[in-house]
């Protein structure tokens, strides 16, 4: 349940700009921490290259000195793809038992982890171009020093 209160709009009413969405950034390619804004379950349909199969939709949040972007990442839960989903989980910081990972659900929304970022070219109209995670890269806890907060 939100925060806050809901107004439902109707489809003719005039809607404000206002603060939250911004605008896109493209970031340049490189390594960026982030902070998992949302996580929702689904279905992924199946095509060319993958099953049908459940998936996991992740928005990652990243805040440069450029502004703050959102980035939708969908994890297909398949054979093929354990390796991606490993990388995702041990970014966020979970743990690696005799080389394997549990998908620990419920640690997600609010996680924080580290990810290369590229720019692609849009499917269906290269001219577009957007954020995607090449890779999640490993944990590094946080190092603490005496004095220094």
Not at 27 to 34: K, M
Request: charged share 35%.
């Amino acid at each position: 349940m939100a925060d806050y209160e809901a107004k439902e709009l109707g489809w003719d009413d005039e809607v404000e700009k206002g603060e939250g969405g911004g605008d896109f950034v493209l970031l340049p390619p490189g390594d960026y921490e982030f902070t998992v804004e949302s996580f929702e379950r689904a279905r992924h349909p199946g095509g060319d290259k993958s099953p049908e199969c459940n998936k996991a939709i992740l928005k990652l949040r990243i805040d440069t000195q450029e502004g703050t972007t959102l980035i939708t990442e969908n994890l297909l839960l398949y054979d093929k793809m354990q390796w991606k989903i490993a990388q995702f989980f041990l970014c966020i910081g979970e743990k690696e038992i005799e080389g394997k990972v549990r998908m620990n659900w419920p640690a997600v929304p609010g996680a924080k982890g580290k990810a290369t970022i590229e720019v692609t070219p849009g499917r269906d109209d290269p001219t577009k171009k957007f954020n995607h995670v090449k890779r999640y890269l490993p944990y590094e806890p946080k190092k603490f020093e005496a004095g220094k907060f």
